[in-house]
């Protein structure tokens, strides 16, 4: 009878192993033990090596555990039968039930669970072992399922990986909101799987606020206005602003006057500038940031489907998308987001809708507008009027200012708590309604 209960302790010990195995192995971090496989660790290397073939891993725990499980409760049931009777088959099925599900299954699972790295290495050596051991076995469960799942029309599809999606790539990336000051390094994430989905349109300097030179000023002129500009690359327009002739760099102009002792006296800028780029506004960042890398370049003008000046992008406007704003000692600093005392935000109209929704936090929808001016046109359907207000998207706007067409100036107030949905019209979708102005 000792004999028999020692047995049994074993196979429940068996038990939790393979249910401990199953879980480490699972749960454990893929990145992880990438990483310590390209390290040397060969325990990693076995676990990445399991898990790439996941029917044989599966076969391999659900056969051991079952077979300790069986023969586990056969064994308890034999002892109980001798000692109690016909009654012994309630007393081993109700003993077993509860012994196998405390220390066969929820114990070793949940250790294993909070342990999943560590465990996932100790086990995978052994596992590994008993996978070749079961070989012949598992092959046969693996042709009969296959065979079973072909009939239903859910067979083995090509194309399946092991490796994280690009929405389950986002979907790690937020659940470590919560752990340590990363907010930078999440949005710099974040941006990073968004370069191919953001076009150049959506981060270029608008043509409005390009800093352009007219070629046909004299030489003097030319030199003056670029050494008063914070810029070091400038295009140069000739006849009318969108005829885009070169880009005179501040280095190489600087060069030509110091080769002429210094005097501008017939000198000719357009021929010590660098040919015009064009690339158009529907260029993704992705292209664009290989486009920079394969030519060599920082700068290129762009334009519409029909050929007309949109504005410029450097490779900056392309990192900052990715690391943020980068300023430097020239840059001319102007805030485009000012908080108020009770909450709201005033917000220049020509603020883009990325940034305050990165910055913020916010979730203003940005495919129809890349400006807060633009969205408040798309939405409101019309030119706003100084003193309106709108409320969509759960969010409050209040006209302050406007040039000509342009608004220029917004009081933005975000949502209240709990006030998620007072959007115009008591709509919650996505795609709200037109909204009406408040009184």
Not at 37 to 64: C, F, H, Y
Not at 125 to 152: C, E, N, S, W, Y
Not at 252 to 271: E, F, K, M
Request: with cysteine.
């Amino acid at each position: 009878m000792i004999a028999t209960v020692c047995v049994i302790l074993f196979l429940l010990i068996c038990s939790g192993f393979f249910s401990a195995s199953e879980t480490a192995l699972t749960a454990a971090s893929r990145p992880l033990m990438h990483q310590l496989e390209q390290k040397g660790d060969r325990r990693a290397s076995a676990v990445n090596r399991l898990r790439a073939k996941t029917e044989r891993l599966i076969g391999t725990i659900l056969l051991g555990n079952n077979f300790v499980n069986i023969g586990a409760s056969a064994l308890a049931t034999g002892a109980l039968i001798t000692i109690f009777g016909e009654a012994g088959v309630a007393y081993a099925t109700i003993g077993m039930t509860v012994l196998v599900l405390i220390f066969g299954e929820i114990l070793p699972k949940t250790y294993a669970f909070r342990h999943a790295n560590d465990l996932a290495l100790r086990v995978a050596k052994p596992i590994d072992i008993l996978a070749v051991v079961f070989a012949p076995i598992t092959r046969t469960l693996d042709l009969v399922v296959q065979g079973v799942l072909r009939l239903f029309g859910a067979g083995r599809q090509e194309g399946e990986g092991i490796w994280p999606s690009e929405e389950e790539l986002r979907g790690a990336i937020a659940l470590h909101e919560g752990e340590g000051d990363i907010k930078q390094e999440r949005a710099m994430l974040h941006s990073i799987l968004d370069l191919g989905k953001v076009t150049v349109g959506e981060v270029m300097i608008h043509r409005k606020n390009v800093a352009a030179i007219d070629a046909d000023q004299s030489p003097e002129a030319i030199v003056t206005e670029v050494l008063a500009s914070p810029y070091t690359r400038i295009p140069l327009w000739r006849g009318s602003p969108d005829n885009i002739v070169g880009v005179v760099h501040a280095k190489a102009l600087l060069r030509a006057v110091q080769s002429r002792n210094g005097s501008t006296t017939g000198l000719d800028i357009v021929a010590h500038s660098a040919k015009p780029w064009f690339v158009p506004d529907t260029t993704s960042l992705l292209d664009q940031l290989q486009a920079f890398r394969r030519r060599r370049e920082h700068f290129a003008i762009v334009v519409d489907e029909y050929g007309s000046l949109m504005g410029i992008v450097t490779l900056e406007d392309v990192l900052e998308e990715i690391v943020g704003d980068i300023a430097d000692e020239h840059d001319i600093t102007v805030p485009g987001v000012v908080r108020q005392p009770d909450g709201s935000y005033i917000v220049q109209g020509t603020v883009t809708i990325r940034d305050l929704n990165r910055e913020l936090g916010w979730r203003l929808p940005d495919e129809e507008a890349v400006t807060i001016a633009g969205l408040l046109l798309h939405e409101a359907k019309r030119i706003p009027e100084v003193g309106q207000a709108f409320m969509f998207h759960g969010f409050r706007f209040d006209i302050l200012r406007r040039h000509r067409h342009q608004v220029t100036s917004v009081r933005v107030s975000p949502p209240e708590a709990g006030r998620n949905k007072a959007v115009a019209g008591g709509s919650a979708s996505n795609q709200p309604p037109t909204p009406e102005p408040l009184p």
